[in-house]
Nanobody
Framework: VQLQALGGGLVQAGGSLRLTCAAS????????MAWFRQAPGKAREFVAG????????YYADSVKGRFTISRDDAWNTVSLQMNSLKPEDTAVYYC????????????????????WGQGTLVTVSS
């Protein structure tokens, strides 16, 4: 399994960024995917997830209405469109693959995920 996240960078508050994670080495369509983030000195936290079938999307309260997660099963990618960015969104963002094939629920805890990308840094300046 390989997950490669791209798209981080520096943006001013109120701006937008799009992160994309390219997945390989497994049957992408069978697994939920998610984005997590870890800010300096803080614990890793769930940001957004998307189910393996039907594409049900779910978000942390802190990003609802600003971030949108999507997946492209033809290209084995999962993306995170981030709008109206705030300085508190500054973090390293990680994409993650569910550890359970065709899970019926919507996982959002770190231990639910078995594979992680290398992380991409998002910095939002005020």
């Amino acid at each position: 399994v390989q997950l490669q996240a791209l798209g981080g960078g520096l943006v001013q508050a109120g701006g937008s960024l799009r992160l994309t994670c390219a997945a390989s080495g497994y049957t992408f369509t069978d697994y939920c995917m998610a984005w997590f983030r870890q800010a300096p000195g803080k614990a890793r936290e769930f940001v957004a997830g998307i189910a393996w079938a039907g594409g049900t999307k779910y978000y942390a309260d802190s990003v609802k209405g600003r971030f949108t997660i999507s997946r492209d099963d033809a290209w084995n990618t999962v993306s995170l469109q981030m709008n109206s960015l705030k300085p508190e969104d500054t973090a390293v963002y990680y994409c993650a693959k569910d550890g359970y094939r065709r899970r019926m629920g919507l996982p959002e805890l770190g231990p639910d995920f078995s594979s992680w990308g290398q992380g991409t840094l998002v910095t939002v300046s005020s």
